[in-house]
């Protein structure tokens, strides 16, 4: 079983750029499909990113396509979203989730999830 901490959230205007943490705890991030979501207030849960446990490969959402970056850092066991030219649709709060499996889009399909982070940004 794994334990998730994210972290790296705040407030940006837009056009700023964040860089979202997730700390992992209890099993190895390579162990995984990690996953990050969001979910902006009177919405369902949305897929935003993930990188693949067994070859690494990543997929985004088409909305932050070019904007954001997965990735994964084994030695500190820690997954990383980097987001640039941010927009104020992009506000929400940013989920770091694990799967035991291929890659999916689906929430639902994943096990492990952290606490979130917000990520607000201004006009």
């Known amino acids: 079983q794994v334990q998730l901490v994210e972290s790296g959230g705040g407030l940006v205007q837009s056009g700023g750029s964040l860089r979202l943490s997730c700390a992992a705890s209890?099993?190895?991030?390579?162990?995984?499909?990690m996953g990050w979501f969001r979910q902006a207030p009177g919405k369902s849960r949305e897929f935003v990113a993930y990188?693949?446990?067994?070859?690494?490969?990543?997929d985004y959402t088409d909305s932050v396509k070019g904007r954001f970056t997965i990735s994964r850092d084994n030695a500190n066991n820690t997954v990383h979203l980097q987001m640039n030219s941010l927009r104020p649709e992009d506000t929400a709060v940013y989920y770091c989730?694990?799967?035991?499996?291929?890659?999916?889009?689906?929430?639902?399909?994943?096990?492990?999830w952290g606490q979130g982070t917000q990520v607000t940004v201004s006009s």
């Open positions: 989730a694990a799967r035991i499996g291929s890659s999916q889009y689906a929430a639902a399909s994943y096990n492990y």
């Open positions: 990188i693949n446990r067994y070859n690494g490969s990543t």
């Open positions: 209890g099993r190895t991030v390579s162990s995984y499909t």
